[in-house]
């Protein structure tokens, strides 16, 4: 059975076309697992909602209990990974990661880097060891089949590779490069542009993304059936 790991950040709460001042990646999010459960409805799914309720940010404790070995930990070290903890195993048990991700000044939102910060844990998604006589960090997700889905949404437009402000564009990039950092290296980027504009090049891209989230969705179930 296919796992599906769906991630929320947008710190609005409702999805835009239906509630007032909605939020599109909660819409195109939504609008992905739904197309899905219709495609495979025995599909687990995990929710987390970070834009609502967002990780602890890495603290020194923190960073102190997750370089100590595991079986050298004080009661304290595990209690402060504790949702660190949480948050790894969702990951690992996901087949698929949807993360909807809006961009905020032009990088992911701080409560989205949160979770990042806890999930690229060392000895749980990635491995360190400064004696190795060469990289001494390697991926411990790898080779497990993950496939992270980035969608987006942007104020102004032409954020895409090639497009005329791409170099300003830091969360398909950033989200992509720590993903790939613990091994998730497979990735699906589809976004809404034009929020700010709010007219019919808005509702176009809207159209678009919802179009690309079905095709997409179409795509990864077909290959997840056989």
């Known amino acids: 059975m296919t796992t599906l790991l ?21 819409r195109l999010s939504a609008r992905f697992v739904e197309q899905w459960r219709q495609h495979l409805p025995n599909t687990e799914i995990i929710y987390r909602d970070v834009g609502q309720h967002p990780p602890a940010p890495v603290s020194g404790a923190w960073i102190h209990a997750a370089f100590t070995p595991d079986q ?15 948050l790894v195993d969702e990951l690992i048990r996901a087949d698929i990661i949807v993360a909807g991700v809006p961009m905020y000044n032009f990088g992911p939102p ?12 060392v000895g749980r998604t990635f491995g360190f060891d400064r004696s190795h006589a060469g990289e001494p960090y390697w991926p411990l997700l790898a080779d497990m089949g993950k496939r992270l889905i980035i969608l987006s949404s942007r104020g ?9 402000i791409s170099a300003r564009n830091h969360v398909e990039p950033a989200v992509q490069t720590a993903f790939g950092y613990i091994g998730i290296t497979k990735s699906h980027c589809i976004a809404v542009e034009y929020d700010e504009f709010a007219d019919e090049r808005l509702a176009a891209s ?9 095709d997409l969705v179409n795509r990864l179930t077909k290959n997840s059936a056989r």
């Not at 769906?6 to 909660?26: K, M, Q, V, Y």
């Not at 102004?156 to 005329?164: A, H, I, L, N, Q």
């Not at 809207?206 to 079905?214: G, Y």
């Open 6 to 26: 769906h991630i929320d950040a947008s710190a609005r709460s409702g999805l835009s076309g239906r509630d007032p001042h909605g939020s599109h990646t909660r």
């Open 72 to 86: 050298q930990r004080e009661p304290w070290m595990h209690d402060v990974l504790r949702q660190s903890d949480e």
């Open 206 to 214: 809207i159209r678009q993304a919802e179009n690309e989230v079905d």
């Open 156 to 164: 102004d437009y032409g954020y895409d590779k090639g497009g005329r």
């Open 110 to 121: 701080a409560q989205f880097k949160a979770y990042i910060d806890n999930i690229v844990r």
